[in-house]
């Protein structure tokens, strides 16, 4: 297997084949997590749906935490191999994998002994508290299996390729099925069950991505200088880890004051909003997706200085984000109400229908969400972490203000709304910030004889 140099050839043919496997990755991806809702919801039934679903916020808040940092750490590695300084990037993966480690350690501690107490702070109902936290505390002792996932093949996407980490995605997904029927329908494990599948799951899968790394890339065979500890290139990849894995754990907070708004209508509109997130993950992984392959794309290219080759691949992203957001749209209006249906077994009207208006009403602004990722991971791979992490701060406040606002004037309907504010104020935030940092780019390119990855942006 060899990395792919993206400072060269047509942007929009690299963009697109890069996030291709992303695409289908993230689907999959989606698609164990979708197995334990489907299994739970029709196995277990419509409490233990609510469970499992009103646990989302708080393990957001963790998981997201450790996606944005982990990205934010292959930036680094990105823009040393657009440098092709190979040596510092086999530093960033031994540095990487110490950051990682002590991460780890700390999250797995942390959030094992605040489960409970985060459950009930948000109100989770009485009948589905127990069955949220059997589920959940399992995921938090999983913590080691997701990070080092995330970050092996962040690495190996940063060097140019995102088809590995699907391959062994497939391999967890179809591991996850199997395990999930074993837990829960022979051995009657419950929603814990469902857990100890995703995270057993994902520890194989990081593993097995872990050794075809260093079996099949060249350029990370590890020399014994290389595991030697760099403080000062370990700030290097804090400084711009940190502010993106705050940046989502700012963003989980707003999701959790939403939890504490939905769980006060019941565990069927629990049930409900749960569902219909689920389809909305499925219907906006091509935005994700096209987002990492910017945040690649662009890391390569700063690194190398090409300032405009970024620019050019920021036009035709929004190209492919408008086409995107086209076709989301008219598979959700079309055939929402069929896919929320998969999730529960029986004839409940009350929680389709609820579960469709939050559909209907997010569409409408799912180009406002391809934006926003657009612009936020562009702007992560350049190292400008500051803008970013103020886009999240302003979705925290927007979300968790008309989420608590909007319900008390219009109930139901009015939590569906906190989510679509959230993002159309931070894609203008966004947009601007963009806009303006390529600006100073060019300017300081001007000025400077260095090359464009030794700028600082957060100036």
């Excluded at 792919?4 to 690299?14: A, E, F, I």
């Excluded at 092996?152 to 980490?165: H, V």
């Excluded at 029986?346 to 969400?369: D, K, R, S, T, W």
Aim: hydrophobic share 50%.
């Amino acid at each position: 297997m060899t990395v792919k140099d993206m400072t060269v050839g047509s942007p929009t043919k690299l963009i697109l084949w890069f996030a291709l496997p992303l695409f289908i990755g993230n689907l999959f991806q989606q698609f164990y997590n979708l197995v334990d809702t489907l299994i739970v919801g029709r196995t277990l039934g419509l409490q233990a749906l609510a469970a499992v679903g009103s646990t989302g916020a708080i393990a957001f808040l963790v998981l997201g935490f450790i996606m944005g940092t982990t990205s934010g750490f292959s930036v680094i590695t990105a823009q040393r191999f657009g440098a092709q300084d190979y040596a510092y990037v086999r530093k960033s993966l031994t540095t990487i994998i110490f950051l990682s480690t002590a991460i780890t350690l700390l999250l797995t501690i942390a959030s094992a002994a605040t489960t409970m107490p985060l459950l009930k702070f948000m109100n989770t109902p009485a009948d589905i508290i127990d069955q949220a936290y059997d589920y959940i505390f399992v995921i938090y002792i999983g913590i080691g299996t997701i990070l080092f996932y995330n970050a092996i093949s962040n690495i190996i996407r940063a060097l140019g390729d995102s088809k590995t980490p699907l391959i062994f995605l497939i391999i967890a997904s179809l591991l996850n099925i199997i395990l999930d029927l074993i837990f829960i329908l022979k051995l009657n494990m419950g929603v814990s069950g469902a857990a100890w599948a995703t995270t057993i799951s994902q520890g194989i899968s990081a593993i097995l991505c872990t050794i075809y790394m260093f079996i099949k890339f060249p350029i990370l065979k590890l020399k014994r200088e290389d595991w030697k500890f760099n403080s000062r290139f370990a700030w290097e990849h804090l400084r711009i880890g940190l502010p993106m894995g705050f940046q989502m754990s700012i963003l989980t907070i707003g999701i959790i004051a939403l939890q504490i708004v939905l769980n006060s209508f019941g565990s069927t509109t629990v049930a409900a909003f749960t569902a219909a997130t689920k389809v909305e993950q499925v219907s906006s992984q091509a935005f994700l997706a096209l987002g990492v392959a910017m945040a690649t794309y662009t890391a390569q290219n700063y690194g190398a200085g090409k300032i405009n080759r970024i620019r050019i691949g920021a036009q035709k992203g929004m190209i492919i984000n408008a086409i995107s957001s086209i076709m989301s749209c008219l598979i959700i209006f079309t055939g929402g109400k069929y896919m929320v249906g998969f999730f529960i077994n029986g004839v409940h009207p009350e929680m389709i229908e609820q579960a469709q208006i939050y559909l209907n009403i997010i569409i409408i602004f799912y180009f406002a969400l391809a934006t926003l990722l657009l612009y936020r991971n562009i702007l992560q791979g350049m190292g400008n972490a500051k803008i970013p992490l103020i886009s999240g701060t302003l979705e925290l406040f927007m979300r968790a203000g008309t989420a608590f606002l909007f319900a008390h004037y219009f109930g139901y309907i009015g939590v569906c709304f906190a989510t679509p504010c959230a993002w159309v104020t931070a894609a203008i935030w966004l947009t601007i910030g963009y806009h303006r940092t390529i600006k100073k780019l060019v300017l300081r390119s001007e000025k400077h004889s260095q090359p464009l990855s030794f700028l600082t942006l957060n100036d």
